[in-house]
C-alpha cells in the first residue's frame, strides 16, 4: 500500500493517508479471514468504549448503499430517515435506489445488521453517525441548509459522550465547524461533553458499474486531532483508500471544486456542440479526436443540459461562497448560464424537424431521467427540454421505462402518435423499431444512434 501525505498537521496531528489503486490492487485483501480482521481491528480503532453501531441519517442515493456498505464491513447500521413511507419501503425489502439490490438489502434486514427507521432516538447507542441528507438551493439558488440544520439539530439530544459525527452532504467550506457543530453543541446532553466531529463527502455516481463506495478513495477532514484518527478508522473500515486532508474546509472545497469542474467543462462541450451543428461538422468525431491526446484533455459528451442532484447544484454553493468572500465565480456563473440555456437549443431543433404540414406538432420525449440506468429525476434538464416545446406550441408526451410518474404526468407508450421524437436519455429496454418502422424522425442527444435511418444528430 502506498502512503501518501495531502496537507499539514491538524491540531498537531500529523495527517497521513493511505492510498492505493483500487483497480490494480483489487484482489488485495478483498475476502477471507485476515480481511475480516483487519475490518474488524479498523471498526474498534474507531472506538473502543461503544457499541460498533453506525447511525446513518437520511436513506437515498448516498445512506442507503453507505449503509449497504458498512454491514458488508461489519458495522451494526441504523439508517434513519423522516419519509415514513420510504422507512417502509426499505424495511420491507424493497430498494428506492438503482445501486442497492433487493437481494443485498433484504440479506442485511434479515441478518439483523441493519434496520431502517424514523426513530431519531434510535442514535443513542451509536458510534459514528454519518449525516446524508440533500442539500439543495432555495428559490433564490442559494445554499438551502434547512435539512442539513434540522438533522443535525434532531439528533443533537440523542448523541452520546464520544461519538463521531460526520456531514458526508455537499456543502460550501465552513459548514461543519460553523454549522453543524454549533447546532450539535449548543442542543446535546450535558452527559455528553465530548463530541467528535469530520467532513467526508460522498462522491458516489449512481449506476456507476466500477466506482462505487468501496473503491473511490475517500477524502476526510477533521476538526482535530482526534476526530481525524477516528474518522480515517471509519472510512478505513469501508473503503479501500481513504485521503486524509488538513482540514474540513479543504474536503467541502474539494467536492465542489470536483463537480464545478464538471460543469464548466459540459457547459464548454454544449456551447461547442451548437457550433460544430452550425458549421455542419460532427461533434462527436472531433471529441474523439481530441481524445487521442495522452494528456491535458478529458472527454465530456454533449446532451440535452446538466441534470441530477450535484452537477447544477453543487457550483451555486460555490458562486455563493464566493460572494461571501467578496468575490465572483465568474467562469461558473457563465457555465451555468450556459448550460441552462441548452435545452431551449434542443427545443427548437426538434421544433425545426417537424414537417411543415403539421399544424399541432406533436413531440415524444425518450428519457427524462437526469441520465441512463436511473429513475432519478431530480433537476433533470428534459424539464426545461419540455417547457420550452410546450411554449413553441408543441404537443408533448414521454416515454422512459424506468420512470412511471413525472411532473403530474405518466409515460407513455411508444405507440404514441408524434411527428418528431427526442431522444433525451437512453435507457436500458427502450425500443425504437417501432418509431423508425412508422416514419417518425429521431432528434439524437445522445449519440446511440449514430448513422440509423430517420436519425438526426443533435
Ligand atoms: N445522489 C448523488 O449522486 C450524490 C453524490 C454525492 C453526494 N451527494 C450529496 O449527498 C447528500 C444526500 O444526497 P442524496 O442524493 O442521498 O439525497 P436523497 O434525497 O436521495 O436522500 C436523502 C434522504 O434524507 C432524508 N432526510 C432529509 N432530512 C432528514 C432528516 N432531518 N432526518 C432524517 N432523514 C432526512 C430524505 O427523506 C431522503 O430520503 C446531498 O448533500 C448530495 O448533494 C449526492
Known amino acids: ?27 488485495v485483501d478483498c475476502s477471507g479471514v485476515h480481511e475480516k480482521c483487519r475490518l474488524m481491528t479498523r471498526i474498534s480503532a474507531v472506538s473502543t468504549q461503544k457499541p460498533q453501531i453506525l ?23 441504523v439508517g434513519v430517515d423522516n419519509f415514513a413511507s420510504k422507512v417502509a419501503q426499505i424495511s420491507g425489502g424493497v430498494s428506492p435506489v438503482e445501486d442497492v439490490s433487493d437481494a443485498q438489502l433484504k440479506a442485511a434486514l434479515s441478518s439483523g ?5 424514523t426513530e431519531i432516538s434510535d442514535i443513542a447507542n451509536a458510534s459514528v453517525i454519518a449525516i446524508c441528507v440533500p442539500t439543495p438551493v432555495d428559490d433564490k439558488r442559494e445554499p438551502d441548509l434547512g435539512l442539513l440544520r434540522s438533522a443535525a439539530f434532531g439528533i443533537a439530544p440523542f448523541i452520546a459522550n464520544e461519538t463521531l459525527v460526520i456531514s458526508e452532504s455537499t456543502s460550501y467550506p465552513g459548514t461543519l465547524r460553523n454549522v453543524i457543530v454549533p447546532t450539535i453543541n449548543s442542543a446535546k446532553p450535558t452527559t455528553s461533553p465530548k463530541i467528535y466531529f ?39 473500515s469501508i473503503c479501500d483508500a481513504v485521503v486524509s486532508v488538513s482540514t474540513p474546509e479543504v474536503a467541502e472545497a474539494a467536492k465542489l471544486l470536483e463537480n464545478t469542474f464538471r460543469l464548466i467543462n459540459i457547459a464548454l462541450v454544449l456551447e ?8 455542419g461538422i460532427d461533434v462527436h468525431e472531433v471529441i474523439d479526436a481530441a ?32 460572494r461571501q468572500h467578496g468575490g465572483r465565480a465568474e467562469l461558473v456563473e457563465s457555465a451555468d448560464s450556459v448550460s441552462h ?23 415524444l420525449i425518450l428519457g427524462v431521467a437526469y441520465k441512463p440506468g436511473v429513475s432519478d429525476v431530480r433537476e433533470s434538464p428534459v424539464s426545461e427540454l419540455r417547457d420550452h416545446l410546450l ?39 427502450m425500443n425504437f423499431q417501432q418509431l423508425t418502422a412508422r416514419g417518425v424522425e429521431i432528434l439524437d442527444c445522445t449519440n446511440t444512434m449514430k448513422g440509423c435511418a430517420g436519425v438526426t444528430p443533435l
Open 1 to 27: 500500500m502506498r502512503i501518501t501525505r495531502i496537507g499539514s498537521l491538524v491540531d498537531g496531528f500529523t495527517v497521513q493517508s493511505s492510498l492505493k489503486n483500487p483497480l490494480r490492487d483489487s484482489n
Open 391 to 429: 411554449s413553441l406550441g408543441a404537443n408533448v408526451a414521454w416515454h422512459d421505462p424506468l420512470v412511471q410518474t413525472w411532473e403530474d404526468s405518466k409515460s407513455v407508450d411508444l405507440d404514441w402518435q408524434c411527428d418528431v421524437a427526442v431522444l433525451a436519455v437512453k435507457q436500458p429496454g
Open 291 to 322: 481524445s487521442t491526446k495522452p494528456y491535458g484533455y478529458m472527454p465530456f459528451r454533449p446532451g440535452v443540459g446538466v441534470g441530477g442532484h450535484c452537477i447544477p447544484v453543487d457550483p451555486l454553493y460555490l458562486t455563493w461562497w464566493a
Open 272 to 279: 461547442f456542440n451548437q457550433i460544430c451543428s452550425t458549421a
Open 341 to 363: 440555456k441548452m435545452p431551449r437549443y434542443v427545443a427548437q431543433r426538434a421544433i425545426d424537424l417537424v414537417p411543415s404540414s403539421s399544424v399541432n406538432p406533436k413531440v
Open 113 to 117: 445488521s441493519y434496520k431502517a427507521t
Open 198 to 236: 469530520a467532513s467526508a463527502p460522498e462522491r458516489v455516481n449512481p449506476g456507476d458499474p466500477v466506482w462505487n463506495q468501496r473503491n473511490t478513495p475517500r477524502l476526510v477532514g477533521a476538526i482535530d486531532s482526534e476526530s481525524q484518527s477516528r474518522a480515517i478508522a471509519f472510512y478505513e
Open 55 to 77: 447511525a446513518i441519517i437520511g436513506q437515498g442515493y448516498v445512506g442507503l448503499p453507505l449503509a449497504m456498505a458498512a454491514v458488508d464491513a461489519g458495522w451494526t447500521v
